[in-house]
């Protein structure tokens, strides 16, 4: 089955992007915004605005390892549906050659800000320094995460890490699907048990990247 942008090329550049810019000119305002938010709370604590920073930390990279893991290969019983949420990521899967579909834009990053932001609120327990700090955690790991999916498919040679996390990454996509789902750390599939140490063999010259 096609997705939607097979069918239709021109709308390609609506669901993803071919580098992290855009996200980035979206995120970054918005992590701004709320350091200004901050600084203007009058009960404002900047011990509660940095744990809530590591919480947005934490967070994000969970949110990535699950969503890679639970929503991005997850197939539709209607069909116009699943063509549209393939577009999202099983299109990357499919045609890894595809350097146009590297980094989300604006139709998959606004509504999942929105999700991420109401979760957060209720994690925060309503307290404004954490919610907010956290915010700014998880747009600074999210706009990290955005230049290390690029990076891979880019430039796999950038530095030591960018070629570790290369292996792991090139390793799911072109031998085991179903393991290694962390993007930027393999710490979530080492905890829950979808690591897969055999990525080490791999040699990023011999595969497409």
Not at 11 to 33: E, R, S, T, V
Request: hydrophobic share 45%; proline share 3%.
């Amino acid at each position: 089955m096609k997705s939607l942008i097979e069918s239709k090329p021109s709308l390609k550049k609506h669901f993803m992007w071919h580098n992290p810019l855009w996200g980035h000119l979206i995120a970054a305002p918005m992590a701004l915004g709320c350091l200004a938010a901050i600084i203007s709370l009058e009960d404002f604590s900047k011990l509660l605005s940095i744990l809530g920073f590591f919480i947005g930390l934490i967070y994000w990279s969970l949110f990535e390892y699950a969503m890679h893991r639970y929503i991005y290969h997850v197939n539709f019983k209607n069909k116009t549906i699943n063509a549209f949420w393939m577009s999202f990521h099983a299109y990357h899967h499919r045609d890894i050659s595809d350097k146009e579909v590297l980094n989300a834009n604006y139709l998959f990053l606004l509504p999942m800000a929105v999700v991420n932001f109401v979760l957060l609120y209720i994690l925060s327990v309503g307290n404004l320094s954490i919610f907010l700090g956290s915010i700014i955690g998880l747009i600074s790991f999210y706009m990290f995460y955005e230049w290390v999916h690029y990076s891979i498919h880019t430039n796999p040679y950038k530095n030591s890490y960018i070629q570790w996390i290369s292996k792991y990454h090139l390793y799911h996509h072109h031998k085991m699907p179903k393991r290694n789902f962390g993007n930027t750390t393999s710490f979530w599939d080492h905890v829950l048990g979808t690591y897969d140490a055999h990525y080490k063999d791999l040699i990023i010259r011999d595969v497409k990247y």
